[in-house]
């Protein structure tokens, strides 16, 4: 691999498992210390942390909800203990909580909208904070610091039956390019990656079944499920000075699936 990221430390949220969990394996393998939050799932947290060290990294396991500010602020100033302090953050802890829309619980909306909206908010705002508070390092990077926030394609694709989940990712979208144009002027570089369908448990429903997968290819022109690595080393390029002037993008990660497929028959 790499190693565009050495002597930087890389927060990524939800961490455990799936897209994260690729993610902090991927910035690791670019050099970079990494923090690994997860909330309810040790295991998968341990495994990658203990993947990061078999391969001579350096990883640090930290509890806590995102949703929670004084949670997302221990985070911080553990990370900062641990490892002087953070020049990368990938907010990616998301859920969905699927209903119809007239039967969409009060609680089902707030309960995604606090995490996948909210927590981004924290965690950004946090980020923002101890980049400013450190300031420069022109050997480590151009920028002072990076964020990510992890959007989907359904930033731009309405979704029946996951309005909460759309959106909250609407809103990441308008977050990021709202910070974006407000800390640029500190050369804190801030974007989005929005992945089509990438095979994690969030969405094991559309390719467990050999018929879920061949009805998901009809939504993906390039006719293959992602996997979460491709999203990783996405994230990690994104992440180095060779992306140094990309800022305030969404840099979609899906196979076309954004291309209004079904039309490709169309003619
Ligand atoms: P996943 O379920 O494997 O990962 C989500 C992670 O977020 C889990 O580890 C979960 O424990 C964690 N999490 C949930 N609530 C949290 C909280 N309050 N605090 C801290 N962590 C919390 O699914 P994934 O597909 O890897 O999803 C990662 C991100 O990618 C999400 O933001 C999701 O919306 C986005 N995404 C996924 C896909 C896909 O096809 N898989 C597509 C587009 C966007």
């Not at 995102?66 to 911080?76: A, I, L, T, W």
């Not at 705002?125 to 390092?137: D, S």
Request: aromatic content about 6%; charged content about 20%; overall charge negative.
């Amino acid at each position: 691999p790499n190693q565009r990221l050495v002597g930087q430390t890389a927060i990524v949220t939800g961490a455990s498992s799936g897209i994260g969990k690729a993610t902090a394996i991927a910035l690791a393998s670019e050099g970079a210390s990494v923090v690994i939050n997860y909330i309810g799932n040790p295991a998968g947290a341990e495994e990658a942390a203990s993947l990061i060290q078999e391969n001579g990294g350096q990883a640090l396991l930290a509890q806590a909800d995102v949703s929670k500010e004084d949670q997302v602020q221990r985070m911080f100033a553990d990370a900062v203990d641990a490892f002087g302090t953070v020049d990368i953050l990938v907010a990616n802890a998301g859920l969905q909580k699927d209903a119809k829309f007239i039967d969409m619980t009060l609680k089902d909306w707030q309960f995604v909208l606090d995490v996948n909206l909210t927590g981004q908010f924290l965690c950004a705002r946090e980020a923002a904070r101890e980049f400013l508070r450190r300031g420069t390092r022109p050997d480590v990077s151009q920028s002072i610091g990076k964020i990510i926030c992890m959007s989907s394609v359904h930033e731009i694709i309405p979704w029946a039956g996951h309005s909460n989940y759309a959106a909250s990712k609407g809103g990441v979208m308008l977050l990021m390019k709202s910070i974006a144009q407000e800390l640029g002027g500190y050369k804190i570089r801030v974007n989005s990656v929005a992945p089509g369908a990438i095979r994690t448990p969030i969405n094991r429903g559309a390719w467990e079944t050999p018929q879920a997968l061949s009805s998901l290819m009809r939504l993906i022109p390039y006719k293959r499920i992602g996997e979460t690595s491709d999203i990783g080393s996405t994230v990690a390029w994104l992440c180095s000075d060779e992306a140094d002037y990309i800022h305030g993008h969404t840099l979609v990660v899906d196979g076309g699936m954004t291309l209004y497929p079904g039309f490709e028959d169309n003619g």
